[in-house]
């Protein structure tokens, strides 16, 4: 299924009224503020989320997965699936691959289709966490902190295969994400795993083009539950210094132990030039588990405030972050979770953008905790959804994204293409 044109037009057409009255309004109230609104949508318009090709299909926990209808049954299916995210919000137009789940057996086909949809291959994902049908050592006891060289060795095989496929599409970045690490205290040895994995990591490392990036994803725990090899943005950078200049450090919101200050991690990182990815989700006790800005929207534009502050320096040392939205969409439409997703977003970049960084700095400078408060908080609480919508009217996107979903009834239709009972690849 596809989402013409036309189709969006005439959703638009619908809000179009009260839309212009409302952006007016709120340029005027940015005017005030000596802000120029359409220097601020021309970032959102080039600010692109990639879409994870796992995040299409309804997720599950251990206990049980209740798949909605329509999933996409293929990788073509799944390109569509973000084609049409894209053709509504104007701001999904990459897609990140996960390796096995979607192979692209036929590239020049899956390349051309992606480009018609106006979609660009992302970081492409080894999975090491599973054990795949045939595979000859199981990743059980970890993969490339593995005690066994030969689990060790096809770990390493494995990711080396992913950059093949990676070439083939056009992505310019691997993604390292282990699940390795114990179970029980005394289970592993932390040195020795920890030495193996950097070992592995070296050579997938030069296993890369020379215009590759690699992002190493740190998590405190799970699935394991005493430990994980990369538990923290510590260990993650240290490995990348190690590694080389291309080696980079990935910021996963879900990945933090309870009130961790993701904030300051993000401007440390990026004061090094080290931060080279980045996964939204939004948390309460888990990871992956809720829709990005869900719970804590002012956290988000907390970290937005350090991203923009690290983008807009000139003589910041880190290149612009690879963005993806990683999430697993249990009980609500994936489609519609993503594009909730993609909406608050754009919103905290948005926010983070207004702030008047000339003000923040007087009030630190002069010591004065309350003013800067003020002077953040009068950024977060201006209402810039009507600029976000401009935005996307600019980039030929739905001003409601969400309610041209629903009016054009897209899961019904899905549902009828694909059937009731599909089930999408991932988790
Ligand atoms: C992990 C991690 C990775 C993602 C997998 C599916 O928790 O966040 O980025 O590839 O989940
Ligand atoms: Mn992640
Ligand atoms: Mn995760």
Not at 370 to 379: D, G, K, P, R, V
Request: proline share 4%; net charge negative; hydrophobic share 40%.
């Amino acid at each position: 299924m596809r989402i013409t044109t036309d189709q969006i037009q005439t959703q638009n057409d619908k809000t179009l009224p009260q839309h212009r009255e409302s952006f007016d309004h709120l340029r005027l109230i940015l005017e005030r503020k000596n802000i120029d609104s359409q220097q601020v949508i021309d970032k959102i318009k080039n600010f692109q989320v990639a879409i994870p090709s796992w995040a299409l299909g309804t997720g599950g926990t251990r206990f049980a997965r209740f798949a909605g209808g329509g999933e996409p049954r293929s990788l073509k299916e799944k390109i569509d699936d973000v084609g049409m995210l894209h053709a509504l919000n104007g701001g999904s137009g990459a897609i990140s691959l996960h390796i096995p789940w979607d192979i692209p057996s036929d590239v020049d086909a899956v390349k051309s289709h992606a480009a018609a949809l106006g979609l660009a291959f992302d970081a492409v994902n080894s999975n090491t966490f599973q054990d795949q049908e045939n595979q000859g050592h199981s990743y059980k006891f970890g993969s490339l902190c593995h005690t066994d060289s030969r689990a060790r060795r096809q770990a390493i095989d494995h990711n080396l295969e992913v950059i093949h496929y990676g070439k083939e599409l056009g992505s310019k970045s691997l993604t390292v994400w282990l699940a390795d690490g114990s179970s029980f205290p005394g289970q592993m040895n932390f040195r020795k795993a920890l030495q193996r994995t950097f070992d592995a990591l070296k050579e997938i490392y030069q296993g890369m083009p020379e215009d590759w990036k690699m992002f190493v994803e740190y998590k405190p725990y799970e699935p394991y539950f005493y430990h994980t090899v990369i538990q923290d943005w510590g260990t993650s950078h240290l490995l990348a210094s190690q590694l080389g200049e291309r080696a980079f450090t990935l910021v996963d919101l879900g990945h933090h132990l309870p009130n961790t200050n993701i904030e300051q991690i993000v401007a440390t990182l990026m004061m090094q030039g080290k931060l080279g990815g980045f996964h939204f989700n939004d948390s309460k006790y888990g990871d992956d588990d809720l829709t990005v800005g869900a719970l804590k929207p002012y956290q988000l534009f907390l970290i937005f405030n350090e991203l923009v502050e690290g983008m807009e320096d000139p003589s910041s040392p880190n290149p612009t972050p690879a963005w993806m939205i990683d999430a697993s969409h249990n009980l609500k439409d994936p489609l519609e979770d993503l594009l909730q997703s993609v909406e608050a977003i754009q919103l905290a970049y948005a926010q983070a953008l207004i702030i008047d960084r000339i003000k923040l700095e007087e009030a630190r400078e002069t010591n004065d905790p309350a003013w800067a408060q003020e002077i953040l908080q009068e950024a977060y609480r201006t209402d810039l959804r009507p600029l976000i919508a401009e935005a996307r009217l600019q980039a030929g996107a739905a001003i409601k994204p969400f309610g041209a979903y629903r009016s054009l009834k897209v899961r019904d239709q899905l549902i009828k293409e694909r059937g009731l009972k599909t089930m999408a690849t991932g988790l």
